[in-house]
């Protein structure tokens, strides 16, 4: 069973430029679950969505920043406008729907942004 | 609410030894805990959880961690540390209700020493 894919790895843009992330969660999730971590700093949490709609997107910036999770295909973080604040790791993570909400939520290995 | 405190951003020990990693939580309501690891560069991986059915939870690689609802405490053990450990610890909880995000420790970086 495939764990959390996100593409790209590493993801090098200019000040001004679109950041797009992927991520596909993995096979039987669909929960979807978008942090950063920034250099030296934890993960902070973004938005949650689940197929075709955000359910929490209370950690995500007011502006630039936006989410979705379509039918068909991955999930996808876009950055309109980078700044070098962007630059973090970005993880996707993926749950299945479990009683009691004790769903455990499996992570991707990142995409690293970096902002020139 | 809901948040974590990791106590100690670095911690070194010697393989071999014991491997002691703290962390205290705060929720209005029971919590839902979990211990992640990362590798450099890698993403994380899921360590423990622990979710009411036991307090003493144990998890991969040799590690546990005890439930201390009294301390409000969720500390990561280890009685032998291996070079392999040397990685950073994140700690996180998921009150029990609606939400679902992680909110996460400010993590422990662990170095072993040979």
């Known amino acids: 069973n495939a764990g959390v894919m996100q593409n790209p790895r590493h993801l090098v843009r200019r000040r001004g430029q679109e950041a797009r992330l992927r991520c596909s969660p993995m096979k039987g999730h669909s929960h979807v679950y978008w942090y950063r971590q920034l250099p030296e700093e934890g993960l902070k949490f973004m938005v949650y969505?689940?197929?075709?709609?955000?359910?929490?997107e209370s950690g995500m910036p007011k502006e630039r920043f936006s989410a979705e999770f379509p039918k068909e295909g991955p999930s996808i973080l876009r950055i309109q406008q980078v700044v070098r604040g962007d630059s973090a790791a970005y993880f996707c993570?993926?749950?299945?729907?479990?009683?009691?909400?004790?769903?455990?939520?499996?992570f991707g290995p990142g995409t690293r942004l970096t902002v020139l | 609410a809901q948040s974590v405190t990791q106590l100690g951003s670095h911690v070194s020990v010697s393989e071999g030894a014991l491997v002691l990693l703290r962390c205290n939580y705060s929720s209005s309501v029971p919590p839902y805990l979990f211990w992640y690891v990362q590798y450099p560069n890698q993403g994380l991986q899921l360590l423990l959880k622990y979710t009411s059915a036991a307090t003493l939870v144990k998890g991969i690689n040799g590690f546990e961690a005890e439930f201390k609802k009294s301390e409000t405490s969720f500390h990561l053990t280890k009685p032998s540390a291996h070079m392999s450990d040397a990685a950073e610890y994140f700690c996180?909880?998921?009150?029990?209700?609606?939400?679902?995000?992680?909110?996460f420790g400010s993590g422990t970086q662990l170095t072993v020493l040979p």
């Open positions: 996180a909880v998921i009150s029990s209700g609606s939400a679902r995000q992680l909110t």
């Open positions: 969505l689940q197929k075709e709609n955000i359910i929490d």
């Open positions: 993570a993926s749950s299945p729907v479990l009683a009691g909400g004790t769903d455990t939520q499996y």
